[in-house]
């Protein structure tokens, strides 16, 4: 940690006040375009358990609401849940990707997200100097959703319905709405669903500027294997061909999905980026490059 914080100062050194005012004006139009949207970024991955990337995403998230961007923050906390299950003798267990939740491990998914999770999160924006609400679907009746009992899962739910009015008054009041994926079907009954697409959701009911999904890879691909065939930006009907292409298969693909189903409800745009690059909602964001592949209509 030590010398991170060295090797930041001294890049910090080696920048002139004229570097600085350059960066802050090349930013502008960006910032100005910008305000008053609203940015749904989903958190997860190697982000969230790097003590200095999760400082990194929360002071960009801070720096973009305090010039007049809406930000809404959607988590998970799987390595989290995981580390909970294993304390109290539960084993974790997938099928097709999707974690299995019976009735015991659902009360520590709640738990873990809807607590330990989103609250470290806001006690952490606000200490950055931001404001910020934790919830969870629940919340407002935000993310009503149906059980998936086909896939036979547990409690692993598909949402049905977005209720955006509690993240609207949030953000009319300047707070960044921090949201858990725990959703409630017709009875009350919790449900776990996945954050890509509770992400998604949320960004399409909103009608949101962008929807950011971070995650543990530069972006799509040509070559898995070579970040240099990374794709700056792709349109929809591309999304489809490298699908069938296989270029863009496996975990991604369900992220991609995710991606073009919110842009068909009004999104302008999905980006999806590598949290463990510094800075990566920023430099998304606001530079003309970007650091990850962006998808439009």
Not at 75 to 104: C, M, Q, Y
Not at 255 to 284: N, P, T
């Amino acid at each position: 940690m030590a010398a991170a914080t060295a090797e930041e100062a001294e890049q910090r050194k080696q920048l002139t006040n004229l570097d600085r005012v350059t960066i802050l004006s090349e930013a502008l139009p960006y910032l100005q375009r910008f305000r008053g949207k609203t940015v749904v970024v989903k958190y997860g991955g190697a982000a969230m358990k790097d003590p200095t990337l999760k400082a990194g995403v929360i002071s960009d998230l801070v720096l973009l609401s305090t010039v007049g961007i809406r930000c809404v923050l959607v988590h998970g906390g799987g390595p989290e849940i995981n580390s909970w299950l294993a304390k109290v003798g539960i084993e974790a267990v997938f099928k097709n990707g999707l974690r299995v939740t019976d009735a015991a491990t659902m009360e520590i998914v709640e738990m873990v997200l809807g607590g330990r999770v989103n609250k470290s999160l806001v006690s952490l924006i606000q200490q950055a100097g931001g404001k910020a609400v934790g919830l969870t679907g629940k919340d407002g009746q935000l993310l009503r959703a149906r059980q998936m009992v086909e896939l036979d899962i547990g409690y692993v739910g598909e949402v049905t319905k977005v209720d955006p009015t509690i993240l609207n008054v949030l953000g009319n009041d300047g707070y960044i709405p921090v949201v858990a994926t725990i959703a409630t079907d017709p009875s009350g009954q919790a449900l776990n669903i996945n954050a890509d697409t509770a992400a998604g959701e949320i960004a399409a009911a909103l009608k949101a500027e962008k929807l950011v999904l971070m995650t543990d890879v530069p972006g799509v691909l040509r070559d898995k294997n070579d970040i240099s065939t990374k794709i700056q930006s792709l349109d929809i009907r591309q999304c489809r061909e490298l699908i069938r292409e296989g270029i863009i298969a496996g975990g991604m693909i369900p992220k991609i999905e995710c991606c073009i189903r919110c842009l068909s409800q009004g999104v302008r745009a999905s980006h999806i980026i590598d949290g463990r690059a510094k800075h990566s909602i920023l430099m998304e964001l606001l530079t003309d490059e970007g650091v990850g592949t962006m998808i439009t209509g």
